[in-house]
């Protein structure tokens, strides 16, 4: 992933994934994976997925709200990033902030 070689990736998440389907971290980082090629589809389901695993995993919440903001779901995103910062991720309360403020809905 931090080579920005998301295919390989996806490859070894799946691999890891299939070895362990309880590792709600593998779910996560396929995810991000998806999300960087655009799949924002696959990425939201691996959210859902690692959040079964992990429910109190906050950065998880605040990916599933970029997902959701991008897929058009605003309300669902505010939803997200508000969880993720209730569960201590600080770097939500920006995305709240841009996004999930009154004048920034209309």
Do not use: T
């Amino acid at each position: 992933m931090n080579l920005f070689k998301y295919e390989e990736a996806l490859i070894l998440f799946n691999k890891v994934i299939k070895i362990d389907p309880e590792n709600g971290q593998a779910y996560a980082y396929r995810g991000m994976a998806e999300y960087h090629l655009k799949d924002f589809k696959g990425a939201l389901g691996n959210f859902n997925s690692a959040l079964k695993i992990i429910p109190d995993y906050g950065e998880v919440y605040d990916l599933r709200g970029i997902v959701k903001n991008e897929m058009g779901d605003k309300i669902g995103a505010c939803e997200d990033w508000n969880k993720s910062y209730e569960l201590g991720y600080n770097k939500a309360f920006e995305l709240i902030d841009k996004f999930c403020n009154e004048e920034n809905k209309k």
